[in-house]
């Protein structure tokens, strides 16, 4: 067996080729807080120089290299320098720096790394805190003896800075590999003091491994596709193993690497295909072939043999097994496990005493016959760790999602990639592990354990690519079969199939033990087993809720009640026009009155129609006529959430997750039980917030906690028009579509914008909700055509450029350096004008915080903030967080102030729940001592020096170990984070909470992150060049987060809104699910990459690609017709403006204009038909064609055409 080891790179925009970037100021993720080594290169970085020497060979530059020389020659051809300064930490009696710069040479093919894992273990730590240096740099040493010149190899990946990590997808990325040739020197700081180097050991936490590169291994060419995003997606490794990316670098097994090599053989195969000139590929190839018949040698057949051994308690036989030769493995094996068993005696190497034998021996025999069947004939294969093959066997495997019946695992064992969910990331066992088992080398095993084309095969490739589209309740069969097969067709020969849809009916009776099909106009369609049962589930509940009768009450509940609970006298629409809010409550009351005798209910409402208040009055309602001790439970996704709708409604509130655990339905690593559970019979309503929200899992594991015997109501509340769910299906617009339809009664939408009237009245401005109405979820033929008239009035302000109402500022910027300035200058002129304050460039800091303060001089995080779709790139969040940690303080900060590209002052974010179960612990300031506290992913707050450093925090040696945040309406507590926290009440210490663990700069925030939140001003950055996430969804997420202004930073021009205004851009339209009724998504509109064209509408789309059934009946005709045509294209005149006709026919080369006018009756819409006319006729005479609303449309439509064409009349 070979050790071999990954090596953690910070992103190069030119393959690590041993050059400066080309455009140093575009690569924003190699200063990423997830880049390598650290924070340092963002530490270090000298921008100015690098654009100056941009292009240029590093050798060239001598000692001026960039702060990336660790990473950045990995696959160069020349030597470099590089160097490490000493730690600001290693300081003489004096305070005065201790020791010198050290320095060396990065040969070609090389980079730097350190195994940071090996340092924080707990065998290098010392009784009294810290870490013994001695041990720690026995432990490095270790970690290199394994590392074999020759023979490792050596895995290049990057850390979640990367351009193809998101902030809900982070994902390490395979750069390449190659072989080891050499290690560098160790390396020790020059000129320390012995005291230095008894407390630190005084060694440079970096060492050179150089590789063979480019004789040997490949690289997987990035750089060269990165404006063609389908080549990205089709090259792109992420490693099916991710634990072995942990740490910057790691020890990799003979089976890890073989993972690793085949995902890598994968990619060049496809890159061959694509024509790549970028190596020679059938080289590469070739290699990587040799390469995976050399590791299976070194894999053998029972890479699982050691941790199942130490597993049932048989150590002894661990080394014997290890030392031996991989031919003899087959031998040592049977002999292990005869011995066990009693039919052999004692074997070669094995050292162990009568009693050891016995107690061996009888905690074999105390195992189950599954337990020592699964151990002896199916575990050893598998290359599991420890961990793993206890929670197998263990009692509780099916908290990780594995069956309670081990005979199942072991009729199947490919249920172990299937199925088990591990406590994170990188705890996972993957197809490829178990495949190697199953189909091992023919080299090595003289059988398979099945036949290739066994129906466990197929059925883990299925699940494996239902598990990939994670948001899809179902897809196409045909399409997931391609997907297999194209994925087989890389695989080694011996194991490479080709399956046809006949296996799936042929071993139907087997499949459905993880899948389950349906057939649908023709076309069979496949879904995961536990997607179906959730989906059948949600649906029951929510169609047999529906059956029941009205809610009948004994007490009164008027008009009047509801107009006692919904008006608020203090309301400014109430003040300034007394008829607009009477109108307004009463539209709120007719949806009071007529959801809530209904046992099942929607509130549907956009941003500013009053859902909150609406709510409170239904919970007034509720404990009017069922008693004031009336059961009700408030429940929302997110633990922001719930807070949010419990300081609105002054009632308790929970997360579901909390609710959840609380009645033992939620596992300890976070996954849902579906069964054993109790199930809640005390509450009667449910009121559940932000319902958009939620995914069809935490809907049916809800479902799964409740006795519906005992409900009385429940009732969703949320936006149809935000973001679909991160998980599967989109339970909330099934709901609305399906009620819409056939049960309107149940169905209360608010339509009346409370917002946009007071703001009217105000004169404060209606120009965010006016702009975010355009993106909105419309469903009626009379609401599309009034608001395409609306989108065009409005688009033409936008596209004017700066303030477009008082609410609403739009500012163009084209580049990097632009959008920078015009983003922290609007930033800054806000300030000052909202605090009177002028900015003071030598201490912007007293404006920022001053900017944070409400006139009670507390911190309020949402007074304004910066959103952006992306994570990476430069308009994304890590770039414009770092952008603004500095303009913020006016310089960068110091190193030593940092904890984890943290600093004090700074504007962070929660990222990881903490609840009950896991709390964070904070400083009291009302009880006076620690307390444990919940904390919710997406919470805002600012960071405070401890209270345990005082003034020492500001001093000029202070070096930063811990600090505590104020979070938003959490202002009593100061939460504490990173080393040294203190004690609990009970004399304990407080353990450490890692910085990276917990928290992110949030000064800028993306869309998702900012759901369900509201700030004063927004500052949204809306790219062109970029636009894989966009969706109306995610535009009209983000302009809805403003309260008081938006200003909107797009990249150039209007042409991104545009865009995002066409119904196909939605995301929401192309999930398939299936809750209510069987509508698939049609392939082509869910692989629009293949085909699309903004514009050109596809012959079987047009139903999703225009908005009324009228445009349908055209867009069908002229494709009968075999006419050409654009839909809701821009036209543009000489002089800038421009509308968005219906559709822009060509026939025999001329071009026409085709307007369809559906709602004449409307005065509005009859003066902007009349605006547009004379647009049309002064620029583009004669080019116009209309057609009306009405019963001739169909053979009007007709005679135009034949008129285009030429035909008699």
């Known amino acids: 067996m070979t050790t071999h080891i990954t090596a953690r790179l910070a992103w190069h925009a030119d393959g690590w080729?041993?050059?400066?970037?080309?455009?140093?100021?575009?690569?924003?993720?190699?200063?990423?807080?997830?880049?390598?080594?650290?924070?340092?290169?963002?530490?270090?970085?000298?921008?100015?120089?690098?654009?100056?020497?941009?292009?240029?060979?590093?050798?060239?530059?001598?000692?001026?290299?960039?702060?990336?020389?660790?990473?950045?020659?990995?696959?160069?051809?020349?030597?470099?320098?590089?160097?490490?300064?000493?730690?600001?930490?290693?300081?003489?009696?004096?305070?005065?720096?201790?020791?010198?710069?050290?320095?060396?040479?990065?040969?070609?093919?090389?980079?730097?790394?350190?195994?940071?894992?090996?340092?924080?273990?707990?065998?290098?730590?010392?009784?009294?805190?810290?870490?013994?240096?001695?041990?720690?740099?026995?432990?490095?040493?270790?970690f290199f003896a394994k590392v074999e010149v020759g023979r490792s190899l050596v895995f290049y990946y990057a850390n979640f800075s990367n351009p193809f990590s998101e902030e809900d997808n982070k994902r390490y990325v395979l750069l390449g590999v190659s072989r080891v040739k050499a290690l560098g020197e160790e390396l020790f700081y020059d000129e320390c003091s012995q005291e230095t180097i008894d407390r630190y050991g005084g060694f440079v936490w970096q060492r050179v491994v150089s590789s063979h590169y480019p004789d040997q291994g490949m690289r997987i060419p990035y750089h060269r596709y990165t404006d063609k995003p389908e080549v990205l997606e089709q090259i792109l490794a992420v490693p099916a193993n991710p634990r072995v990316c942990k740490y910057a670098a790691r020890h990799v097994s003979d089976d890890d690497a073989l993972i690793l090599v085949e995902q890598l053989l994968g990619v060049a195969c496809r890159l061959q295909e694509l024509g790549d000139d970028s190596e020679n590929w059938g080289s590469r190839i070739s290699w990587l072939q040799s390469v995976i018949a050399e590791l299976w040698q070194g894999r053998g057949l029972y890479p699982g043999l050691p941790a199942v051994l130490d597993v049932i308690g048989f150590q002894a036989a661990i080394p014997g097994f290890v030392k031996a030769k991989a031919e003899e493995a087959v031998a040592i094996k049977d002999a292990v496990f005869a011995f066990l068993d009693g039919t052999a005696k004692a074997f070669d190497g094995l050292a162990?005493?009568?009693?050891?034998?016995?107690?061996?021996?009888?905690?074999?025999?105390?195992?189950?016959?599954?337990?020592?069947?699964?151990?002896?004939?199916?575990?050893?294969?598998?290359?599991?760790?420890?961990?793993?093959?206890?929670?197998?066997?263990?009692?509780?495997?099916?908290?990780?999602?594995?069956?309670?019946?081990?005979?199942?695992?072991?009729?199947?064992?490919?249920?172990?990639?299937?199925?088990?969910?591990?406590?994170?990331?990188?705890?996972?066992?993957?197809?490829?592990?178990?495949?190697?088992?199953?189909?091992?080398?023919?080299?090595?095993?003289?059988?398979?354990?099945?036949?290739?084309?066994?129906?466990?095969?197929?059925?883990?490739?299925?699940?494996?690519?239902?598990?990939?589209?994670?948001?899809?309740?179902?897809?196409?069969?045909?399409?997931?079969?391609?997907?297999?097969?194209?994925?087989?067709?890389?695989?080694?020969?011996?194991?490479?199939?080709?399956?046809?849809?006949?296996?799936?009916?042929?071993?139907?009776?087997?499949?459905?033990?993880?899948?389950?099909?349906?057939?649908?106009?023709?076309?069979?369609?496949?879904?995961?087993?536990?997607?179906?049962?959730?989906?059948?589930?949600?649906?029951?509940?929510?169609?047999?809720?529906?059956?029941?009768?009205?809610i009948s009450f004994k007490v009164p509940l008027t008009e009047s009640h509801w107009g006692d609970y919904l008006r608020d006298d203090c309301s400014i629409l109430s003040r300034m026009d007394a008829d607009q809010y009477r109108e307004a409550i009463e539209g709120q009351i007719a949806v009071c009155q007529q959801i809530f005798v209904r046992p099942l209910c929607v509130l549907a409402g956009s941003a500013g129609t009053g859902k909150t208040t609406v709510i409170r009055s239904l919970i007034h309602a509720v404990e009017r006529v069922h008693g004031s001790g009336a059961s009700f439970q408030l429940l929302a996704p997110t633990g922001k959430a719930a807070d949010r709708i419990r300081e609105k409604t002054g009632k308790a509130a929970s997360t579901i997750h909390s609710f959840l655990a609380q009645r033992g339905w939620l596992n300890d690593n976070l996954t849902f039980k579906r069964q054993g559970g109790f199930r809640e019979e005390g509450i009667e309503t449910y009121i559940v917030d932000e319902s958009s929200m939620l995914d069809l899992t935490l809907v049916a594991a809800l479902f799964r906690a409740i006795n519906w015997n005992s409900v009385r109501r429940l009732i969703l509340v949320g936006d149809p028009s935000q973001l679909p769910p991160i998980g599967r299906g989109k339970v909330f617009g099934d709901l609305i579509d399906w009620l819409g339809k056939d049960y309107p009664e149940c169905l209360g939408t608010l339509c009346t914008n409370v917002r946009q009237m007071e703001n009217r009245l105000q004169k404060t401005g209606t120009g965010i909700i006016d702009l975010a109405s355009l993106f909105i979820r419309r469903n009626s033929g009379g609401e599309v055509e009034l608001q395409k008239a609306h989108a065009e009035q409005m688009l033409a302000r936008v596209q004017e450029g700066g303030k477009v109402d008082e609410d609403l500022q739009v500012i163009y910027w084209s580049g990097q350096q632009d959008l920078e300035d015009k983003l922290v200058s609007s930033l800054q002129s806000d300030m000052q004008a909202d605090t009177g304050l002028t900015l003071n460039n030598e201490k912007p800091y007293e404006l920022w915080r001053a900017a944070f303060k409400n006139k009670e001089g507390v911190d309020r995080p949402e007074q304004s903030q910066v959103i952006s779709p992306y994570r990476g790139e430069f308009f994304g969040t890590d770039h414009l967080n770092g952008l603004l940690q500095v303009a913020s303080k006016g310089r960068r900060p110091d190193p030593h102030r940092l904890i984890d590209g943290v600093a004090l002052f700074d504007k962070v974010m929660q990222i990881r729940n903490r609840s009950r179960s896991k709390p964070l612990w904070a400083w009291d300031t009302h009880g006076r001592s620690n307390k444990p506290v919940e904390v919710f992913n997406g919470e805002l707050g600012f960071v405070k020096a401890h209270a345990l450093d005082g003034k020492n925090a500001f001093g000029p040696w202070f070096r930063i170990k811990h600090f505590q945040v104020l979070f938003s309406r959490k202002e009593s507590f100061w939460i504490g984070y990173g080393r040294s926290l203190g004690k609990t009440p009970d004399g304990k210490w407080i353990g450490d909470e890692k910085v990276e663990d917990n928290l992110e700069l949030a000064y800028a925030i993306s869309v998702h992150k900012s759901q369900g939140s509201e700030f004063e001003r927004v500052y949204f950055v809306l790219p062109k060049s970029k636009q894989a996430l966009l969706s109306p969804e995610l535009l009209y997420t983000g302009l809805t987060r403003a309260k008081k202004h938006c200003t909107l930073l797009i990249e150039e021009d209007l042409s991104p809104l545009l865009t995002l205004r066409r119904p196909e851009a939605s995301h929401l339209v192309v999930i398939n699910s299936s809750l209510f009724d069987m509508r698939p998504v049609s392939q082509l509109l869910s692989r629009k990459c293949d085909w699309y064209e903004e514009g050109k509408?596809?012959?079987?789309?047009?139903?999703?690609?225009?908005?009324?059934?009228?445009?349908?009946?055209?867009?069908?005709?002229?494709?009968?017709?075999?006419?050409?045509?654009?839909?809701?294209?821009?036209?543009?005149?000489?002089?800038?403006?421009?509308?968005?006709?219906?559709?822009?026919?060509?026939?025999?080369?001329?071009?026409?204009?085709?307007?369809?006018?559906?709602?004449?009756?409307?005065?509005?819409?009859?003066?902007?038909?009349?605006?547009?006319l004379e647009w049309y006729e002064k620029h583009f005479p004669g080019q116009l064609i209309e057609t009306f609303e009405g019963a001739e449309l169909s053979m009007e439509s007709d005679r135009l055409i034949r008129k285009m064409q030429g035909a008699p009349e």
């Not at 080729?17 to 924070?39: E, I, L, M, R």
């Not at 160097?83 to 005065?96: G, H, L, N, Q, V």
């Not at 699940?463 to 080694?492: C, M, P, R, Y």
């Not at 060509?1146 to 071009?1151: F, L, R, S, V, Y």
Request: glycine content about 6%.
């Open 17 to 142: 080729n041993g050059h400066v970037c080309k455009d140093p100021a575009a690569n924003t993720f190699c200063v990423g807080q997830q880049s390598y080594p650290g924070t340092m290169i963002g530490e270090q970085r000298d921008l100015a120089q690098e654009q100056k020497v941009c292009g240029q060979g590093c050798s060239k530059l001598g000692k001026d290299v960039p702060p990336c020389m660790y990473s950045i020659n990995a696959f160069g051809q020349d030597r470099i320098h590089a160097f490490a300064d000493t730690p600001e930490f290693f300081r003489k009696e004096d305070r005065s720096p201790d020791g010198v710069r050290r320095e060396w040479d990065m040969p070609p093919s090389s980079c730097s790394i350190w195994p940071y894992e090996e340092m924080y273990k707990d065998e290098v730590k010392l009784a009294r805190g810290g870490y013994d240096p001695d041990k720690r740099l026995a432990a490095v040493r270790n």
């Open 352 to 550: 162990l005493n009568s009693d050891e034998v016995s107690k061996v021996k009888r905690q074999w025999q105390l195992r189950t016959d599954e337990e020592r069947a699964l151990s002896r004939d199916l575990l050893p294969r598998f290359g599991l760790d420890g961990t793993q093959v206890r929670r197998l066997l263990g009692e509780d495997r099916t908290t990780y999602g594995l069956p309670a019946k081990l005979s199942e695992i072991i009729d199947n064992p490919y249920i172990l990639c299937e199925s088990y969910i591990g406590d994170g990331p990188d705890d996972t066992i993957g197809l490829s592990k178990i495949e190697h088992g199953i189909f091992p080398s023919p080299n090595i095993a003289p059988a398979f354990l099945y036949e290739v084309d066994d129906w466990r095969r197929l059925r883990a490739f299925t699940v494996g690519q239902l598990l990939i589209k994670s948001t899809q309740t179902f897809l196409e069969l045909s399409q997931v079969l391609h997907d297999v097969n194209h994925d087989l067709s890389f695989v080694a020969e011996w194991k490479r199939h080709q399956f046809t849809e006949r296996y799936y009916e042929v071993d139907k009776e087997h499949m459905l033990g993880a899948l389950e099909f349906r057939e649908h106009e023709g076309q069979r369609y496949v879904y995961l087993r536990s997607a179906w049962e959730d989906e059948q589930l949600v649906s029951k509940c929510l169609r047999e809720l529906n059956k029941r009768a009205d």
């Open 1097 to 1172: 509408i596809h012959h079987t789309l047009a139903q999703f690609m225009v908005r009324s059934k009228s445009e349908v009946i055209i867009a069908n005709m002229l494709f009968e017709r075999e006419l050409p045509f654009e839909y809701e294209q821009p036209l543009y005149a000489k002089d800038g403006t421009f509308y968005l006709p219906d559709f822009l026919v060509h026939c025999q080369g001329q071009t026409y204009i085709w307007e369809h006018w559906g709602m004449i009756s409307d005065e509005g819409y009859r003066n902007h038909r009349e605006t547009k």
